[in-house]
């Protein structure tokens, strides 16, 4: 099972906008709704902030939000703050039980 | 509060073997399928495992299939990976993770994490 394709890094100022995407096939991404995303700070457990593409888990900041379109999914991230610099991270159930990561965009907020 | 600490982690030589444990707390064990992801050192994040709620249904990533093994006691809220013929590559921090939904794979509530290493 092949990782989904996340650009390395991704910038912006704070107060800014910034999408990160998240780019699979039809058998992750595109053929199920259950798109993830996590932040994860330098030697920090990841901390999931979107799941299901949409939806945000009890304690996310509403500035994070999720879509997806065929095989790509996106974050973004609006009104960029400092602590929004981070490791982040989407994944995808990749059907039989299975769940793919991509391999991570560097955020940093300049 | 939920909580997940694992344990176990170590120096091991190629070709050894190696057992982690989870314990858990905080939430109804038994109800949850159980996931461990790990992350090399440097590198992104990578599923390895999933047990089911009552132990009968296992599943691995292909680079662990067939060398590792997931099970859990849930009458000690304790969920273990037995690791056996490591390789260099599976050095990294390994987390237990459950999901928001009993059986799903979006990964709510992490450990902080045991390192391995397999080093000659």
């Known amino acids: 099972q092949s990782a989904l394709?996340?650009?390395?890094?991704?910038?912006?100022?704070?107060?800014?906008?910034?999408?990160?995407?998240?780019?699979?096939?039809s058998s992750d991404v595109g053929g199920h709704n259950y798109v993830s995303?996590?932040?994860?700070?330098?030697?920090?457990?990841?901390?999931?902030?979107?799941?299901?593409?949409?939806?945000?888990?009890?304690?996310?900041?509403?500035?994070?939000?999720?879509?997806?379109?065929?095989n790509t999914a996106s974050l973004t991230v609006s009104g960029l703050l400092a602590e929004d610099e981070a490791d982040y991270y989407c994944s995808s159930y990749a059907g039989n039980n299975r769940e793919v990561f991509g391999g991570g965009t560097k955020l940093t907020v300049l | 509060q939920v909580q997940l600490v694992e344990s176990g982690g170590g120096v091991v030589q190629p070709g050894q073997s190696l057992r982690l444990s989870c314990a858990a707390s905080g939430f109804s064990f038994s109800d949850y399928a159980i996931h461990w992801?790990?992350?090399?050192?440097?590198?992104?994040?990578?599923?390895?495992?999933?047990?089911?709620?009552?132990?009968?249904?296992?599943?691995?990533g292909d680079s662990v299939k067939?060398?590792?093994?997931?099970?859990?006691?849930?009458?000690?809220?304790?969920?273990?990976?037995?690791?056996?013929?490591?390789?260099?590559?599976?050095?990294?921090?390994?987390?237990?993770?459950?999901?928001?939904t009993t059986g799903g794979f979006d990964f709510e509530f992490w450990g902080q994490g045991t390192l391995v290493s397999v080093s000659s």
Not at chain 1, 5 to 25: D, F, K, L, R, W
Not at chain 2, 39 to 60: H, T
Not at chain 2, 70 to 84: A, C, P, V
């Open chain 1, 37 to 70: 995303w996590y932040q994860q700070h330098p030697g920090k457990a990841p901390k999931l902030i979107i799941y299901e593409v949409t939806k945000r888990p009890s304690g996310a900041p509403t500035r994070f939000s999720g879509s997806k379109s065929g």
């Open chain 1, 5 to 25: 394709t996340q650009p390395p890094s991704a910038s912006g100022s704070p107060g800014q906008s910034v999408t990160i995407s998240c780019t699979g096939t």
């Open chain 2, 37 to 60: 992801v790990r992350q090399a050192p440097g590198k992104g994040l990578e599923w390895v495992a999933v047990i089911s709620f009552n132990g009968r249904n296992k599943y691995f």
């Open chain 2, 66 to 100: 067939g060398r590792f093994t997931i099970s859990r006691d849930n009458s000690k809220n304790t969920l273990y990976l037995q690791m056996n013929s490591l390789r260099p590559d599976d050095t990294g921090v390994y987390y237990c993770a459950r999901p928001i």
